[in-house]
């Protein structure tokens, strides 16, 4: 097991393509921009993780289609206008753990449709102990299975917390909020 110790966007990228399961990825602070993962595959999980242990990586966005064995601790995601903040489709093993995803903080709430989305057949998915914020809605499961949703924080959302459909074999729970609604300024 490697650490590989990266401070921007292509260096990340580099530290991908030479990983091995069970390397780490160890994030300096700053921002890494929007970062397109999809069709890394790894038959272990590679950990991308924030260096100095205080979510002091911040992404714009984080999109993953057909990615395997990836996975986030203590990260930011700070997305100004995305779709979603994390977007994962037809992935499987992949984690989100110990992280903040959040939109810009503005009333109305508007920018980011969801904080994390999951879809397509997407299975094996862990979101665990994250604080998701200013966005119109919280994490959403479209067509996903056997996927562990547990001790998320969901606050200051236009629409919903979670939404759910098409799913199987999910485990929810210990999730808390939202306590804040705010308006999208959809008419």
């Known amino acids: 097991m490697a650490n590989f110790n990266v401070s921007n966007s292509s260096q990340l990228m580099s530290a991908l393509s030479s990983a091995k399961a069970g390397d780490t990825i160890l994030l300096a602070d700053g921002n890494y921009g ?15 993780t924030s260096a100095n242990g205080d979510k ?48 810009p903080v503005s009333y109305p709430v508007s920018g980011v449709g969801f904080g994390i989305e999951v879809r ?27 996927f562990e949703i ?6 200051h959302v236009g629409a919903d917390a979670f939404k759910f459909a098409g799913v199987d074999g999910g485990l929810i729970k210990n999730n808390m909020g939202p306590t804040e609604f705010h308006p999208t300024g959809i008419q």
Not at 34 to 48: A, C, G, K, P, R
Not at 71 to 96: C, L, M, P, T, Y
């Open 150 to 155: 547990i001790g998320n924080n969901v606050n």
């Open 34 to 48: 929007n970062v397109d993962l999809s069709e890394y595959q790894f038959n272990d999980y590679v950990t991308i």
């Open 56 to 103: 002091g990586a911040i992404f714009d966005e984080i999109e993953l289609e057909d990615a395997s064995y990836l996975r986030f601790d203590n990260i930011s995601v700070e997305s100004g206008g995305a779709r979603a903040g994390i977007w994962v489709a037809d992935s499987h093993h992949i984690e989100i753990l110990n992280s903040e995803i959040s939109g």
């Open 120 to 146: 397509d057949g997407s299975h094996n998915i862990k979101i665990a102990y994250n604080d998701i914020h200013h966005v119109k809605n919280g994490m959403v499961n479209f067509g996903t299975e056997d």
